[in-house]
């Protein structure tokens, strides 16, 4: 079992809807970071959030410290929000680390 | 401001060859780290250099190594590639500062080893 663990794998939605992936650990973290890599291959970070919520644009990402559980919202989804979306959280008193597998979505006009 | 650039982009080696993954950024960042990134798994850490002169093994070290050249540049060794080392690599460069922790990663550097 992953110690990130992310639903579903793939995704698929209509122009318009709106989208949430989870994330759930199992380890110990201080903050945990969405990622956003493109169809090309590059990674961004998109949010890190060691409590509550943080909105930014159409994206909305919360976390649940005590059910170790966060999620990501996309309102209004667009055909480019396709893309892979990645959670990892960040080991206490390390620099490292601990990646989900990835939420593959891919949005249709 | 380039941020993190890797090179080469695409390699594609024989089993026992050796090659170096370059990595640097122009940001000022103390930590540096590699990634592999393979079908199904998430990114996993090779190797990470939490400040200039130092490195330490991540998740998946063995068959590599890593130079940490400066607090620009961070290195990838691979001294005898084998086919399970067919992969993305990635590098990343690590802002942390006040209530943000933010990685920054390069492009990639997609290896294939026949």
């Known amino acids: 079992k992953n110690e990130v663990e992310q639903s579903p794998q793939n995704l698929t939605a209509q122009e318009g809807e709106f989208i949430t992936i989870n994330c759930s650990y199992s380890?110990?973290?201080?903050?945990l970071h969405w990622l956003q890599q493109h169809p090309g291959g590059g990674i961004v970070s998109l949010f890190m959030?060691?409590?509550g919520k943080k909105k930014h644009g159409r994206l909305i990402a919360t976390i649940n410290i005590q059910e170790k559980h966060s999620s990501l919202h996309i309102t209004a989804s667009h055909p480019r929000d396709s893309a892979v979306y990645i959670c990892?959280?960040?080991?206490?008193?390390?620099?490292?680390?601990?990646f989900g597998t990835g939420t593959r979505l891919q949005v249709f006009p | 401001n380039a941020g993190v650039t890797q090179t080469p982009k695409f390699q594609v080696l024989k089993t026992g060859q050796s090659m170096t993954l370059q990595c640097a950024q122009d940001?000022?960042?103390?930590?540096m780290y590699w990634y592999r990134q393979d079908p199904g798994m998430g990114l996993r850490l090779i190797y990470y250099?939490?400040?200039?002169?130092?490195?330490d093994k991540g998740e998946v070290p063995n068959g590599y190594n890593v130079s940490r050249l400066n607090k620009r540049e961070f290195s990838l060794r691979l001294e005898s590639a084998a086919p399970s080392q067919t992969s993305v690599y990635f590098c990343a460069s690590r802002r942390s500062f006040a209530s943000t922790d933010t990685q920054y990663f390069g492009p990639g550097t997609r290896l294939t080893v026949l």
């Open positions: 380890v110990g973290i201080s903050a």
């Open positions: 250099s939490a400040s200039e002169g130092t490195t």
């Open positions: 959030l060691s409590s």
């Open positions: 990892a959280g960040s080991l206490y008193n390390t620099d490292k680390l601990i």
């Open positions: 940001m000022n960042h103390n930590s």
